[in-house]
């Protein structure tokens, strides 16, 4: 049976000459995967452009439960969020590559989940609008902590006391420093009250200069690695990523 469904797409990878398997997160199902036909007409011109890294569209599904990789048709952008202006620059069409890249590796297939999907729409239309160069310098950092809470990570802020340390394999605070290395201190562990204030909205207060904005991505995405995705460090995006900003 037809399905209509909601999605944003992922990542897409060539299977063969006639046709891409796209991942993507859906409004109805969660993590799902697609095969779309190639060409090089204007109907797969179109379809490339609306499943780019965190692209929105919808499309009709052969839903079929004993399958894993599904087919759409009818693919067509999803109007009630714009994600047209994700590719207008470079330095937004980079941040939703490197973003598209992580979100590929840690959201797993799922039972649909409103409040995550609500973030990401929401996270993607901020980022399509934004205008400020501060905040666009520290969109990623955002947008990665504050995914922690929905990818159910975030860490513990009531641990907090002065001068204590961050356990990131427990995620929460404490006063003396564990028996491995996963840990964060002195500014670092500071640097969480910080970030547990800011928003999109604020983002551009944020005052990091290139040394600690590496560093902070770094450090979130070693978090992200030892509760969730292995190897998140080794992101080709993220090399660019680290050029950019």
């Known amino acids: 049976?037809?399905?209509?469904?909601?999605?944003?797409?992922?990542?897409t990878i060539k299977y063969n000459d006639r046709n891409t398997i796209l991942s993507a997160w859906t409004t109805e199902h969660g993590r799902m995967t697609f095969v779309m036909p190639e060409g090089a007409g204007r109907e797969a011109?179109?379809?490339?452009a609306m499943t780019m890294p965190l692209g929105a569209f919808e499309g009709e599904c052969d839903l079929r439960p004993?399958?894993?990789?599904?087919?759409?048709?009818?693919?067509?952008?999803?109007?009630?969020?714009?994600?047209?202006?994700?590719?207008a620059s470079p330095t937004k069409a980079m941040l939703s590559i490197f973003l598209a890249d992580v979100l590929?590796?840690?959201?797993?297939?799922?039972?649909?989940?409103?409040?995550?999907t609500e973030y990401l729409r929401y996270a993607i239309a901020t980022l399509a609008a934004e205008r400020r160069p501060a905040a666009l310098a520290?969109?990623?950092?955002v947008f990665l902590f504050k995914l922690?809470?929905?990818?159910?990570?975030?860490?513990?802020?009531?641990?907090?006391?002065?001068?204590?340390?961050?356990?990131?394999?427990?995620?929460?605070?404490?006063?003396?420093?564990?028996?491995?290395g996963a840990v964060l201190t002195g500014e670092e562990a500071e640097a969480l009250r910080t970030?547990?204030?800011?928003?999109?909205?604020?983002?551009?207060?944020?005052?990091?200069?290139?040394?600690?904005?590496?560093?902070?991505?770094?450090?979130?995405?070693?978090?992200?690695?030892?509760h969730i995705a292995p190897g998140l460090d080794s992101l080709q995006s993220l090399e660019v990523l680290r050029s950019l900003f």
């Not at 204590?164 to 564990?178: K, N, Q, S, Y």
Request: glycine share 4%.
């Open 45 to 48: 011109v179109r379809r490339r």
């Open 1 to 11: 049976m037809f399905e209509t469904l909601h999605c944003i797409a992922l990542r």
């Open 66 to 87: 004993d399958r894993e990789i599904h087919s759409l048709r009818d693919m067509r952008a999803d109007t009630a969020i714009s994600s047209t202006g994700l590719h």
């Open 138 to 141: 520290n969109y990623h950092i």
């Open 148 to 180: 922690m809470y929905f990818a159910g990570i975030y860490p513990d802020m009531d641990s907090w006391s002065p001068g204590a340390v961050f356990d990131m394999r427990d995620g929460r605070f404490r006063p003396t420093l564990p028996l491995h």
């Open 195 to 226: 970030l547990d204030r800011i928003d999109f909205s604020n983002a551009a207060l944020l005052k990091l200069n290139r040394t600690e904005r590496l560093r902070a991505i770094d450090r979130i995405l070693e978090y992200y690695s030892i």
């Open 104 to 116: 590929d590796a840690v959201l797993r297939p799922s039972a649909p989940d409103f409040m995550l």
